[in-house]
């Protein structure tokens, strides 16, 4: 779908000393640190992300037809046009999409549905239109300092600053020239579209962040200017040092619409876009610290994939809404999508959160380059300044290691977060650390991590030993339990056992996350571990079974009403499960003795003591007052145990009709009429 994408950053409330932040001498000349004419720190008028707006354009892509060519697009446009009263024409505007014009901004979700339902049409959605959201009652919380700490990236510098790689930062444009920049521009982009979004007419290679001071955008409001370009490309700058910063504007202080942002993706990884060269230097690293409300479109999904095809990882920024609702590109497949955090690792109180945040990163009063001139600094907070941490660390892998691909580099930055526990609950993995992605990458973006525990639960009280199994181990300084700390029993780098603390509070159920700890990381929880109570077998009913199997009744403590039970090693089928109690059907046993069969119950993922049960063969004895058979053959008389349960019988050898004998009940007896061709020897 595609979509006007609001910018996702808050301006911070106060500047920061740059002397105290450590920028660079032309910026502590101007301490406090300069805040340039616009006021970066203005919030705009806030918009409420529940509701939706639309341009009245619709993106459309039409079916293929015989041999792969496009559907003609004309005569389904027209058709609906005429079916909603909307004067419809229809463009290309891609190879695989076309834009639909004609309809107004509420005209055009009715129009999209419309064509969404033909045949000759693959998919059809209406261009929104999203504005910053400014979340007044949010506080400022403490001071993060200057753009690059909270990662580690320092740490790191002896190995890797980013040399070689480069990274597009799909934004505002940048002030060309800025201090944070010197030597590390590469040639940009302006992908920004003429109209409604302060972009100069056509596209061009001037990725300049103009001046907005005094503009305003079509429907009358003031254009925002907020340097926001300049000062996400200065985060990924700290960040790695001597990465390359390809600057593609893509919007302006109006907001920015989704085919732009598409063809910005296009033109960053060396794809033709018309009115542009072909970029030389295609992206290694994509930053898209911009999004709205909504699911990722087919459009928006397909450029990411091209981008992760050609090499380059691509990170986004959560949104600013507090929410856990579904933003684009956000929730596009394969992004590394990244909330912010305050300087005590607890989640901003305006992040995003949830199922699609993978990991975390500094995004309050966050210190960076910004306009109008080449030596201004400033405060702003957003998930737009958690993203270009990301971006940066991706730098550094990618420098440090330049075979792994961006599926290996996404992994890297993923399995090597450092857990923030419950202080910030729904960002992902963790919060993103430099020199623990180091150590993933080198083991090929898997890092250090947790594959399995064996067993997966275990007794209230602890004591049982433990087993982990994953690799990067070598280095562990002890196991994380939870919230106990443990220590290592033995270990290698693909092992280690311990002896499992008791469970929290001594609660049965309890389930608690598994961490092995390093001097430079913390694996994030891949598996659990659970408390509960051991299941017991207190009785089998009834005790004794015929060959044949049959329905058994057992009762005991811990079981479950998802409880699984064997007999004799093989799966059987459980009914009636509860805490107490279950019924199984205990399996037929090839048997002409007396036999055992042995149960468990597994509950909780933890196995019961075997209990046996009885497979008994039926005893008879014959009650004949003649040792020899009449000529006629002659009515015999069995006694015995079970014989109600008896479904077959022999006589010498050979199986009997179940016409020739029947069970007696009143004398527990089975009446069996034997032909004169058989002995029957006496009992």
């Known amino acids: 779908m595609s979509r006007t994408t609001s910018w996702i950053a808050l301006a911070a409330a106060a500047a920061l000393s740059a002397a105290a932040l450590g920028l660079p001498p032309t910026a502590q000349a101007a301490a406090p640190a300069t805040i340039p004419a616009g006021n970066p720190t203005a919030a705009p008028a806030p918009t409420l992300s529940g509701q939706e707006e639309f341009t009245g354009r619709v993106i459309v892509k039409f079916a293929s037809g015989p041999g792969g060519a496009p559907l003609a697009g004309a005569r389904p446009v027209a058709q609906v046009g005429d079916d909603v009263d909307v004067d419809l024409s229809v463009r290309a505007v891609g190879s695989d999409a076309s834009l639909v014009e004609g309809a107004t901004p509420q005209e055009a979700p009715a129009v999209a549905a419309a064509l969404d339902e033909r045949a000759e049409v693959e998919y059809a959605t209406p261009e929104r239109v999203y504005h910053p959201f400014a979340p007044s009652e949010y506080t400022n919380g403490p001071s993060l300092g200057a753009a690059g700490s909270g990662v580690a990236a320092t740490s790191v510098w002896g190995q890797t600053r980013g040399s070689g790689v480069t990274v597009a930062v799909l934004d505002t444009g940048i002030v060309l020239g800025h201090e944070a920049f010197t030597g590390r521009l590469m040639q940009g982009a302006d992908t920004a579209s003429a109209q409604d979004h302060d972009a100069t007419p056509g596209r061009d290679t001037d990725p300049t962040e103009p001046d907005l001071t005094g503009r305003n955008c079509s429907n009358g409001t003031a254009a925002r200017q907020s340097w926001h370009g300049t000062h996400v490309a200065g985060s990924v700058a700290a960040v790695a040092p001597q990465a390359g910063i390809i600057p593609v504007r893509v919007g302006g202080g109006c907001g920015i619409a989704g085919l732009d942002m598409v063809d910005g993706i296009k033109w960053a990884i060396g794809q033709e876009v018309s009115g542009l060269p072909v970029n030389a230097n295609r992206a290694d690293v994509i930053n898209l610290s911009l999004g ?34 579904t933003y684009t590109p956000a929730s596009c497949r394969g992004v590394v999508n990244v909330a912010a955090i305050d300087s005590t690792g607890k989640r901003a109180l305006f992040s995003n959160y949830g199922a699609t945040v993978n990991v975390s990163a500094p995004g309050v009063n966050i210190v960076s380059a910004v306009g109008p001139t080449t030596t201004s600094w400033g405060p702003m907070q957003g998930t737009s300044m958690a993203a270009p941490h990301v971006a940066g660390v991706a730098a550094l892998i990618k420098s440090y290691k330049n075979t792994l691909t961006p599926v290996q580099i996404r992994n890297s930055l993923i399995t090597s977060a450092l857990p923030t526990g419950g202080v910030c609950s729904g960002c992902g993995a963790g919060r993103v650390n430099a020199p623990a992605a180091l150590v993933a990458a080198d083991n090929g973006g898997s890092g250090l991590i947790v594959t399995a525990v064996t067993p997966v639960a275990g007794k209230v009280g602890g004591g049982d030993t433990i087993t982990l199994t994953g690799q990067g181990f070598a280095q ?45 990381a913390t694996t994030t929880a891949a598996t659990q571990y659970r408390y509960a109570a051991i299941p017991v077998i207190r009785s089998v009913a009834p005790k004794a079974l015929t060959p044949d199997g049959g329905l058994l009744t057992i009762t005991g403590t811990g079981f479950a009403t998802d409880a699984t039970v064997t007999v004799d090693g093989t799966p059987v089928t459980v009914g009636n499960a509860s805490a107490t109690s279950l019924t199984i059907q205990a399996p037929a046993k090839e048997t002409t003795t007396k036999a055992t069969g042995l149960i468990v119950v597994t509950a909780n993922d933890l196995p019961s003591k075997a209990a046996k049960f009885t497979y008994a063969v039926p005893k008879i004895r014959l009650q004949s007052t003649s040792k020899k058979i ?54």
């Open 630 to 683: 009449p000529a006629e053959g002659a009515d015999l008389l069995f006694t015995g145990n079970d014989l109600d349960k008896v479904t077959s019988l022999t006589l010498n050898n050979t199986a009997l009709p179940t016409s020739h004998w029947e069970y007696e009940a009143e004398r527990n007896a089975l009446i069996v009429v034997a032909p004169v061709t058989f002995f029957v020897p006496r009992k």
């Open 292 to 325: 709205s409300k909504g699911s990722c479109s087919p459009y928006e999904q397909a450029a990411i994939d091209a981008a992760i095809a050609a090499g380059a990882t691509v990170i986004t920024a959560a949104g600013n809404d507090s929410s856990s609702g």
């Open 476 to 520: 562990a300084t002890h196991v994380m339990v939870g919230s106990a700390r443990v220590k290592i029993a033995t270990k290698s780098d693909t092992s280690i056992t311990f002896k499992a603390p008791k469970s929290p509070a001594g609660k049965s159920g309890a389930l608690v996350d598994v961490s092995v700890v390093t001097p430079d």
